[in-house]
C-alpha cells in the first residue's frame, strides 16, 4: 500500500485511545486532526510506568487469547461467555435504574486508587487541552487525578455496558460523545446526567466524507450503486428517490468505475480470519475470471497476512495476488487505518463482524456481517439490521451463489443506500465542534439511531 500523507494540523487537544483491538484506534485516528495528527495511547505510551504497562499488557493479552480461542467447541465458548458476562450489558427493558456500579467498574478504580493512569495524566496536565479519549477507562484516570482539562469520551458501539460510566455517574464531570441514540439513553440510565450527553454519531474517515457540504460521499456512494444494482432492479424501483437524493443519475449498465469489490475484515485479536479462506475459495472461479475483486484486510497482524497469502498462492490465484485479491501489509497501526480508509473508496461490499465496523454502514457501504464476538457485537448486529445498512452472512462456502443472487436481485445496492440514509454520517464534524466549543453547519442527530 502507498504510505499515506495527512496535513498536519494546530493541536488544539489531546486525543487518546488503548491499543487493544482496533475499535477504539479506528476512531481515535479519524479524529486525529484534533490533535495536530498525533493519537496517543493509554496503556502504551513513551514514560509509561513498567507497572502500568504490565497491568495493561496482561489484560489484552487475556482477552485477544480467549478471543481466537472462541472458535473450539466447548472450552472456547465457555472462556468467552465467562469473560463477556464480566463486561455483560443489560436488558434495555423496562427501562430502570442501572446507575450501580457492576464488578468490571469496582475492579478499574481499585487499579486507579493504587495509582494506574496516575503518570499519563501528570504528562497530559503540563499541556492541558481538552481530552478526547475512545476508551472510558482513560476518562476516569483524567476526572481521579483532577485533570484540568474538559474530558470527552467517545463512545465506540451501539450500545455499551455499565462499564462506561464511572462509579459515581451523577456526579462526574465526563462529557459523552454518544454514537447513536441508544446509547445517549442508556448513559442517562446509568446516571449520567442529561447535560453531560451528545449524540454525535460514530465518528468516520473525513477523507470518505469531504465535509458538511461535500459531494464526496455520494459520489462514492453512486459508483458503488452501479456494482451493487447491475441489472438497474433498484435505480428503477427509486429512480425518483435517488433523483432528490443524489442527483441526475450517474451510472449506466457497464460503466461502473471500479471493479464489484468485496472487502473482508479481520479485528485486531485475529479471531474469524479462517472465514476469510472460505469466502476465498468460495469467490476463486470469479476472482480468476476477474469478475470480483477481494481485499484481505488482515489488520496489523504479520501472523494474519503470512496466512492469507500463503492461502492465496495454494488456491493457484499468484498472478492475482495485488491487483484482484490484495493482502495488504501495513508499517505501523496508523498506517493500517489510513489505508483502509483507501481500500473503503473503492469497496462495494464490507463483510466483517459486528464491531465498531457497523458505523461504516453509514457511508453507504452494504454490510455482511459475520457472527458477532461479544455481548457488544451481538447490539451492534441488532443496531445494524434496524437501520438496515446490513444483513448476517450465509454459508461462506457458496458465497458465489447466493451474494451473486442478492446484486442480482438489486438488495445489496438497497442496503447500501438503506445505511447512507439512516445511520450517523457526520459524527467526527459534531465531535469537533463540540470540543473545540464552535457553531456546527452539521444538522443535529436523530434520537433514533
Known amino acids: 500500500m502507498p504510505k499515506h500523507t495527512h496535513k498536519r494540523t494546530k493541536q488544539q487537544a489531546w486525543v487518546v485511545d488503548v491499543n487493544m483491538g482496533y475499535g477504539h484506534s479506528r476512531a481515535a485516528h479519524t479524529l486525529r486532526d484534533l490533535s495536530g495528527g498525533l493519537v496517543l495511547s493509554a496503556n502504551d505510551y513513551k514514560g509509561i510506568p513498567a507497572e502500568d504497562r504490565k497491568l495493561w499488557r496482561e489484560s489484552r493479552e487475556v482477552y485477544e487469547a480467549i478471543s481466537r480461542m472462541k472458535p473450539i467447541p466447548v472450552v472456547g465458548n465457555f472462556l468467552f461467555e465467562a469473560l463477556d458476562h464480566w463486561q455483560q450489558i443489560e436488558k434495555f427493558y423496562p427501562k430502570r435504574d442501572l446507575s450501580k456500579p457492576n464488578m468490571q467498574v469496582k475492579q478499574i478504580f481499585r487499579m486507579i486508587r493504587k495509582g494506574l493512569g496516575k503518570h499519563f495524566i501528570e504528562k497530559l496536565s503540563e499541556n492541558p487541552l481538552p481530552m478526547v479519549t475512545t476508551f472510558f477507562i482513560p476518562a476516569f484516570f483524567a476526572e481521579y487525578y483532577d485533570y484540568p482539562g474538559d474530558i470527552w469520551c467517545v463512545t465506540t458501539d451501539a450500545d455499551i455496558s455499565r462499564a462506561w460510566a464511572p462509579l459515581d455517574p451523577k456526579r462526574s464531570r465526563i462529557k ?103 469466502i476465498l475459495k468460495s469467490l476463486k472461479s470469479k476472482i480468476a475470471r476477474h469478475e470480483v475483486r477481494l481485499n484481505l484486510m488482515a489488520g496489523y497482524r504479520k501472523d494474519a497476512i503470512r496466512y492469507y497469502r500463503s492461502a492465496v498462492k495454494d488456491l493457484g490465484l499468484k498472478k492475482e495476488l495485488g491487483t484482484w485479491v490484495n493482502v495488504p501489509e501495513h508499517e505501523s497501526r496508523q498506517d493500517y487505518f489510513s489505508d483502509f480508509n483507501e481500500v473503503l473508496k473503492t469497496t462495494d461490499i464490507l ?99
Open 176 to 278: 459523552y460523545l454518544a454514537s447513536n441514540g441508544r446509547v445517549v439513553e442508556r448513559l442517562k440510565l446509568y446516571g449520567v446526567p442529561a447535560e453531560n450527553i451528545y449524540a454525535t454519531g460514530f465518528p468516520l474517515p473525513k477523507e470518505l466524507i469531504g465535509g458538511a457540504t461535500s459531494t464526496t460521499l455520494k459520489n462514492l456512494l453512486s459508483g458503488r450503486l452501479c456494482n451493487l444494482d447491475p441489472n438497474g432492479i433498484f435505480h428503477d424501483r427509486y429512480a425518483q428517490v435517488l433523483r432528490a437524493k443524489l442527483g441526475p443519475a450517474r451510472c449506466k449498465k457497464g460503466e461502473a468505475t471500479h471493479p464489484l469489490t468485496i472487502t473482508y475484515s479481520v479485528g485486531g485479536a485475529g479471531a474469524q480470519r479462517a472465514l476469510g479462506v472460505k
Open 351 to 449: 463483510w466483517t463482524k459486528p464491531s465498531e465496523m457497523s458505523f461504516y454502514c453509514g457511508l453507504g457501504i452494504a454490510v455482511i456481517m459475520a457472527p458477532p464476538i461479544g455481548s457488544q457485537e451481538e447490539f451492534n448486529r441488532i443496531w445494524l439490521d434496524y437501520v438496515g445498512g446490513g444483513v448476517p452472512m450465509n454459508d461462506p462456502r457458496y458465497t458465489d451463489e447466493w451474494l451473486e443472487d442478492w446484486i442480482e436481485s438489486g438488495g445489496v445496492a438497497r442496503m447500501a443506500y438503506n445505511g447512507y440514509i439512516e445511520a450517523p454520517t457526520h459524527g467526527t464534524y459534531r465531535i469537533e465542534d463540540l470540543v473545540l466549543g464552535r457553531k456546527s453547519e452539521i444538522h443535529p442527530l436523530p434520537l433514533i439511531v
